[in-house]
């Protein structure tokens, strides 16, 4: 089955507007990715939105991520100056990320203070749909203050949220980027519900998705779901999971239906294993200069 994904709703296209108009009011940007998808969940937009700001990465949701991978994330963005941290935003432990943001605010905070001012810092929280942008700001402020939810497009607008007596954060809502050119990206997105179940083929995704999870290591998928064979493929794979869960109708048909739902849900949940879909760049190693014939060392 083929998925060709393209969903960017008309609110996105108002909340990037309003996200650009806000910008100039803060001091630091807090981009959240899925730490599952520390590539495909970052939109290439924030980075000319975002311009000279200062940046803090926080790779969320690492509990439902392999570690290793996210070590080798986090060092890879580190390399490419980016200051990165790998959170779980739900388990309400936001001194780190407070932490981040005075190292971030210090020179501005400084400066006004030079001047005989106590600045508030304005943090400003971006990410696509379905990262955690809102829970990351309840945890931080110690109640449910902004909406959440375990699909996009909870959050409709931007809100200023006060932290402390000199410290905001805005929660914007999720942006996607106009054109999804890049459907393998796209399609990944759709796993971690970014974008919205009733625009895609859930059996193609659901496929999609239990093929790239067998291809890193079978063996919590075929625990999970019941089956034995890692090297099934396609339709196979939803009856194979049928089966194995028990979700038949009336006469012995598969539902579906019930199926690719519950393998989303259960991905989406961390119930099918700790996965990281997509592999961080190997630090180069500087190779050491052999002389060359005739030169002595």
């Not at 807090?30 to 290439?44: F, K, M, T, V």
């Not at 980016?82 to 935003?89: E, N, P, R, S």
């Not at 909406?147 to 932290?163: E, F, L, Y």
Request: aromatic content about 6%; glycine content about 8%; charged content about 30%.
């Amino acid at each position: 089955m083929a998925l060709e994904i393209n969903w960017y709703p008309g609110h996105m296209a108002k909340a990037r507007r309003l996200l650009t108009d806000q910008m100039s009011r803060c001091d630091v940007v807090i981009e959240l990715c899925d730490a599952r998808l520390p590539y495909s969940s970052r939109n290439p937009d924030l980075e000319r939105l975002v311009g000279a700001k200062k940046r803090i990465l926080l790779l969320n949701k690492a509990d439902l991520a392999d570690p290793k991978e996210t070590k080798r994330w986090q060092d890879q963005f580190q390399r490419e100056g980016l200051t990165a941290h790998a959170c779980t935003a739900f388990q309400g432990k936001g001194k780190d990320v407070v932490r981040l943001i005075d190292q971030s605010a210090k020179e501005a905070v400084e400066k006004a203070l030079q001047k005989g001012v106590r600045k508030v810092v304005r943090v400003m929280v971006v990410g696509v749909p379905n990262v955690g942008k809102s829970t990351l700001i309840n945890a931080l402020h110690g109640s449910g203050i902004a909406k959440t939810g375990d699909r996009p497009g909870v959050t409709r607008a931007n809100q200023w949220v006060n932290i402390s007596p000199y410290l905001q954060l805005m929660d914007s809502p999720g942006l996607l980027w106009p054109r999804l050119d890049d459907q393998r990206a796209a399609r990944r997105l759709c796993y971690i519900g970014s974008v919205k179940d009733d625009v895609v083929d859930l059996p193609a995704l659901a496929i999609a998705l239990l093929e790239e999870l067998l291809k890193i290591d079978p063996a919590p998928v075929l625990e999970r779901f019941r089956f034995t064979d890692p090297n099934l493929r396609g339709e196979e794979l939803l009856q194979a999971v049928c089966r194995g869960r028990g979700f038949l109708l009336r006469g012995g048909r598969f539902d579906y239906d019930r199926c690719c739902q519950v393998v989303l849900d259960e991905f989406r949940a961390g119930k099918c294993g700790r996965y990281t879909l997509e592999r961080a760049k190997a630090a180069e190693v500087k190779k050491p200069e052999v002389p060359e014939k005739g030169e002595t060392e």
